[in-house]
């Protein structure tokens, strides 16, 4: 009887930590699993955004090369912005502006600036931005395809006043630190 007593007394503790340990073994086992096939997706969707192919149009119907300056793109000073991350095409009011790329629509509204403005995610992870629209013609998860008409152009935003155009930039999402310079370009 004795011996028995002791036996449980001894067992016992080294059964519940050995549980305990196994549990904690299988859960961390379990997380890193998840962990690995978590990061495995990240890669691979971001492996298909960059394989898929980008193809740019000019976005606003009917616009040519000419009816944007090319010296104003990161012109600087400019306004509050400091430097002009974009280019101003040029255009008659309602114009229809179309998708540059084909995308996800991943913000449509009022931006302070930008007034009506769109924002599409395209091809190489790269984010389309469309500002001072008159009026929004997508919304908020749409998908759109290249050179479909998604807004008019406009004068809305910090552009009330001039001559209507479509603000057009584009941002990329993956940091592209070979194209980073010290340098902006100074006025005439
Ligand atoms: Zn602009």
């Keep these: 009887m004795f011996t028995t007593l002791t036996l449980q007394v001894r067992v016992n503790p080294y059964f519940k930590y050995s549980q305990t340990c196994r549990i904690s073994i ?3 086992t379990k997380l890193a699993k998840t962990l690995k096939y978590g990061a495995f997706s990240l890669g691979l969707i971001l492996l298909i955004g960059l394989l898929i192919p980008e193809k740019i149009v000019i976005p606003v119907l009917g ?9 104003t793109f990161w012109y600087s000073p400019w ?9 101003d095409i040029f255009g008659l009011k309602n114009t229809p502006v179309v998708a540059a790329t084909s995308g996800m629509v991943i913000f449509s509204g009022v931006l302070g ?10 091809p190489k992870w790269r984010i389309h931005y469309y500002a001072h629209l008159n009026q929004n013609n997508v919304a908020f998860g749409d998908f759109v395809n290249i050179n479909t008409q998604i807004a008019t152009l406009g004068d809305t935003g910090n552009a009330a006043g001039k001559q209507p155009h479509l603000h057009y930039s584009i941002l990329s999402i993956i940091p592209i630190p070979w194209l980073a310079t010290m340098e902006s370009q100074v006025g005439p």
């Design 63 to 71: 616009a040519t090369k000419n009816d944007w300056n090319h010296n």
């Design 26 to 28: 299988y859960a961390m």
């Design 113 to 122: 600036k930008g007034g009506n403005a769109i924002a599409i995610l395209g």
């Design 79 to 87: 306004g509050t912005s400091g430097v002009h991350k974009g280019i």
